[in-house]
């Protein structure tokens, strides 16, 4: 594990071991978002015509420090869920200034699935993924053994919660089981921050083709989306390259258009 990762998941199960006293797992169902029904990010990526985008609201990151301090979670994830296959929060206080709440206030305008982005290392934030209103899990293999990703997983889906696995290298293909339904190749290094496309077309090949591949990080051009749908991948997570600006829903609905309008020159 990089050291970043060390210090996430260390300061995540101690908030989960406090969160746990404070919040009984079985108060969750009666979170009113916990009886919505879930929208499915698989359907949504291979819908005909699809962008593939996942957009991401993030306010911060370990790589970047602030990345955007104002922009309101409302009206990113309205103008996102104009074009965009679904739509990450993230809800890590510590390293990405995120919380529950913006997943709250993220469900009750999104009109398209929603993935918790969060360090998953115990299954009660499973079922709290659920009682917030989301629609899928991501589950970070260099987190977790391929056992725990297998038995959670399988407890997403007993809550009807899609489940990403994500990935960063070849040991780590080993993680991937029937229960998860998406593999995503994350494109930055966490030892460097760095990040390459490359990654992700490396990869491609070794992933299973049952499982729609989503490259993740460092998507900063159309090009890049065009490059990497090419190779086969269906799903594209961005964050910063939206989050950067002061207008983060303009910048996204600027690089569907140039998007768009590339894939009619083709
Ligand atoms: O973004 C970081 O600095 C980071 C550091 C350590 C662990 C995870 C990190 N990012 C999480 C993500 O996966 C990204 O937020 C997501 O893929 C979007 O990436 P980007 O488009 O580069 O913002």
Do not use: W
Not at 205 to 218: L, R, T, V, Y
């Amino acid at each position: 594990m990089s050291n970043i990762l060390e210090k996430i998941v260390a300061d995540k199960q101690l908030e989960v071991a406090q969160k746990k006293q404070a919040i009984p797992v079985e108060t969750y169902k009666d979170y009113p978002n916990y009886k919505l029904e879930r929208r499915s990010l698989k359907a949504s990526l291979l819908k005909e015509g699809s962008t593939g985008i996942i957009a991401e609201y993030k306010r911060k990151s370990p790589s970047k420090g602030i990345i955007n301090a104002t922009a309101q979670v409302e009206d990113v994830v309205k103008a996102y869920s104009k074009a965009a296959a679904g739509i990450s929060v993230l809800t890590d206080e510590k390293y990405f200034g995120g919380t529950n709440d913006d997943l709250i206030a993220a469900r009750k305008v999104a009109t398209v699935p929603l993935l918790r982005k969060e360090f998953i290392v115990d299954e009660y934030q499973i079922h709290e993924a659920r009682a917030i209103g989301a629609d899928l899990i991501l589950l970070i293999a260099a987190c977790l053994t391929p056992e725990q990703v297998k038995h959670f997983a399988s407890v997403a889906k007993q809550l009807e919660l899609e489940v990403l696995l994500e990935i960063h290298d070849e040991t780590e293909l080993v993680h991937i089981c029937d229960e998860v339904d998406f593999v995503g190749v994350n494109n930055r290094n966490l030892k460097t921050f760095s990040v390459d496309i490359n990654t992700s077309l490396r990869l491609f090949d070794s992933i299973p083709a049952d499982k729609p591949a989503i490259a993740e990080s460092g998507i900063s051009n159309t090009d890049a989306i065009l490059t990497l749908r090419e190779a086969g991948f269906k799903g594209f997570l961005i964050g910063e390259n939206f989050m950067k600006e002061n207008d983060p829903s303009f910048a996204f609905a600027s690089f569907v258009e140039s998007l768009q309008s590339s894939v009619k020159n083709e």
